[in-house]
């Protein structure tokens, strides 16, 4: 069993709440950080000092930076503490990586200076039938890697990824997390547990839109 796997395990729904405007963390990535604030080192150390897991939410758009409780998606990931590093100053760096998708359900009173909440795990819904994978891994791999030149470094790791054994919904929470698509997209794809959507989010954000062949670009003025 995986220290992820531990981790879920013995959670009990129950999760500290770290809000970022810019950020949407996947399960199965890792990302740093570096925490400066006086509510979230407290954050940080009761997380240490207990199960080691924070969920990232992104703060919906309009937050004001002033505002000490922004409102918040309604889909988080549930992250552990792999690394950290406590800085004489107070501050700390951290490694995070993503465990799993969790919906919120409510926020739970608390007089912490930080927010939490009760959340429910929210597990992949795979696809039963092996050949609709291959098929939606292949269509997935054509749309991402006729995005980068065949004969660069990042074609070859894409494609090694497509030919590997991670399952599929984590290939796609991978690629989610790296590919430069707008944050708005990233929390759409977090929230949705079902891989097959999830791959038809991606590709049609991928493919680009075929121009109507009666279209003609630039218009042409009119005479009037």
Not at 55 to 80: F, N, Q, T
Not at 175 to 181: C, E, G, I, N, T
Not at 202 to 213: D, E, G, I, R, W
Request: aromatic share 6%; hydrophobic share 40%; proline share 9%.
């Amino acid at each position: 069993m995986s220290e992820d796997q531990i981790a879920l395990d013995g959670f009990d729904g129950v999760t500290r709440l770290f809000p970022l405007p810019n950020l949407v963390l996947f399960p199965h990535v890792v990302q740093g950080l570096h925490i400066f604030e006086p509510r979230y080192r407290k954050l940080v150390t009761d997380t240490l000092a207990a199960d080691r897991l924070i969920s990232l939410v992104l703060a919906k758009s309009g937050w004001d930076e002033d505002d000490d409780v922004p409102d918040i998606e309604d889909v988080a990931c549930l992250g552990r503490v792999t690394e950290f590093e406590k800085l004489p100053d107070g501050r700390f760096n951290l490694r995070l990586r993503g465990v799993a998708r969790a919906r919120i359900l409510h926020e739970i009173p608390t007089k912490k200076p930080y927010r939490s909440a009760r959340v429910e795990v929210l597990p992949d819904l795979v696809p039963q039938e092996l050949e609709e994978l291959r098929t939606l891994r292949k269509k997935l791999a054509e749309a991402v890697l006729a995005r980068f030149d065949s004969t660069g470094q990042a074609h070859g790791q894409l494609k090694e990824l497509f030919a590997g054994e991670m399952p599929l919904g984590q290939v796609c929470d991978v690629l989610s997390y790296a590919l430069p698509v707008p944050l708005e997209l990233k929390q759409h794809l977090l929230a949705d547990p079902g891989v097959e959507q999830r791959v038809e989010i991606l590709y049609h954000a991928l493919v680009p839109k075929p121009t109507p062949a009666n279209r003609v670009f630039p218009p042409q003025f009119s005479p009037n």
